[in-house]
Nanobody, 122 residues
Framework: QVQLVESGGGLVQAGGSLRLSCAASGLTFRLYAMGWFRQAPGKEREFVAAISQSGGITYCADSVKGRFTISRENGKNTVYLQMNSLKPEDTAVYSC???????????????WGQGTQVTVSS
């Protein structure tokens, strides 16, 4: 049974930082590209960042470019999202997901975590 478990969310002031983690089990982690997505109340789920199986290729949404960094440790079956210079508009539930292809598209991802809440106060 595949499980993706996010942690590291919380309440932070604007300009602050958080580091999200996503621990994977039940799958051969090194064979999956990983992505982070977020969903704010009343809005569609949106792409945040993705990383290739080896970690050599990363890309992120324009809205977070220069502030967020995705990384992974295959030896620990874990993917991270370092979030700096947080803004109130970054407030959302952040979820990690696994796919056999690196993609910005929600529908390409096979497995999803439950999500962790990130709230940025102004």
């Amino acid at each position: 049974q595949v499980q993706l478990v996010e942690s590291g969310g919380g309440l932070v002031q604007a300009g602050g930082s958080l580091r999200l983690s996503c621990a994977a089990s039940g799958l051969t982690f090194r064979l999956y590209a990983m992505g982070w997505f977020r969903q704010a109340p009343g809005k569609e789920r949106e792409f945040v960042a993705a990383i290739s199986q080896s970690g050599g290729i990363t890309y992120c949404a324009d809205s977070v470019k220069g502030r967020f960094t995705i990384s992974r440790e295959n030896g620990k079956n874990t993917v991270y999202l370092q979030m700096n210079s947080l803004k109130p508009e970054d407030t959302a539930v952040y979820s990690c997901a696994a796919s056999t292809v690196q993609s910005r598209d929600v529908w390409q991802y096979d497995y999803w975590g439950q999500g962790t809440q990130v709230t940025v106060s102004s």
